[in-house]
């Protein structure tokens, strides 16, 4: 009797932790939407791309599977290379607006892949926040070969899409661990655990911070969770209310296409 009441909670615990993509997608809102997706390439002052189109490709169909949930999916329709290689030096306050005027495609999500982000300093890619619903200009930027903060360019682009359809990071603010600010602070979405950032193992992804939050809990944030800044190899998905904010915020945004 032990024996199996030991192989059923077994059992539980296996189901619930084999598929990170365990969630009730009868409940979330379908939107039914493919989306194209135009890649500017910037090349460097010697016309080297560095990323190739199938790396992109790979990184697009597997940035489907995240948001598959609420049957979304992106195409790339056109690949584009710019040779102005000032850009692949990318400083928001210097270049964005000059490579919206000059590279911009409406009705597209314009992706910008460059070698190195200055400004923002630090950041290993951007994205204008919550811009699914602005046809006219706005994008992405991600590092090509995804030296930085997440140890490859497939987490940059599902977390910078992330911010694209509204999401802020599960790190913002200072959301206590009892959840009692969750819809106030932090990312203001109840089912991400409080996030103090830090550092995590890239092999076991086991959180490896002491940190405490305002109550002296000490945080378990989740370290799989897309818009983390936990490496990319522990990545494995957005939070059902991740997904359902997604949708209501492409739905009720304006000028949805």
Not at 64 to 77: A, D, L
Not at 180 to 186: E, I, K, V, Y
Request: a negative charge.
């Amino acid at each position: 009797m032990k024996f199996t009441k030991h192989l059923l909670v077994f059992i539980v615990a296996f189901i619930s932790a084999v598929n990170c993509f365990s969630q009730v997608i009868d409940r979330l809102p379908c939107l039914d939407k493919k989306f194209s997706v135009v890649a500017h390439i910037v090349e460097d002052s010697l016309g080297n791309s560095v990323i190739t189109e199938a790396d992109i490709l790979t990184n697009i169909d597997t940035l489907n599977r995240y948001f598959s949930p609420i049957c979304v999916s992106f195409e790339v329709c056109e690949f584009k290379y710019i040779k102005d290689w000032r850009y692949d030096e990318f400083d928001v306050d210097s270049h964005w607006v000059e490579m919206q005027v000059k590279y911009h495609e409406e009705e597209r999500i314009n992706i910008f892949y460059v070698f190195n982000i200055i400004n923002p300093a630090g950041e290993c890619s951007y994205s204008d926040q919550g811009y699914i619903t602005n046809t006219d200009s706005s994008g992405l930027v991600i590092k090509k070969d995804g030296n930085g903060c997440y140890q490859d360019n497939l987490k940059a682009l599902v977390h910078e899409m992330g911010h694209y359809f509204g999401l802020f990071d599960s790190f913002e603010g200072s959301e206590l661990v009892d959840g009692s600010n969750c819809s106030t602070d932090g990312d203001q979405i109840c089912d991400t655990p409080a996030d103090p950032e830090g550092t995590c193992d890239p092999v076991t992804c086991r959180f490896l911070g002491l940190d405490t939050d305002g109550n002296g809990d000490y945080y378990t944030p989740h370290v799989g969770n897309a818009m983390s800044g936990f490496p990319g190899a522990c990545m494995c998905e957005f939070t059902y209310e991740q997904l359902l904010y997604m949708a209501n915020f492409y739905l009720t945004g304006t000028g949805n296409w």
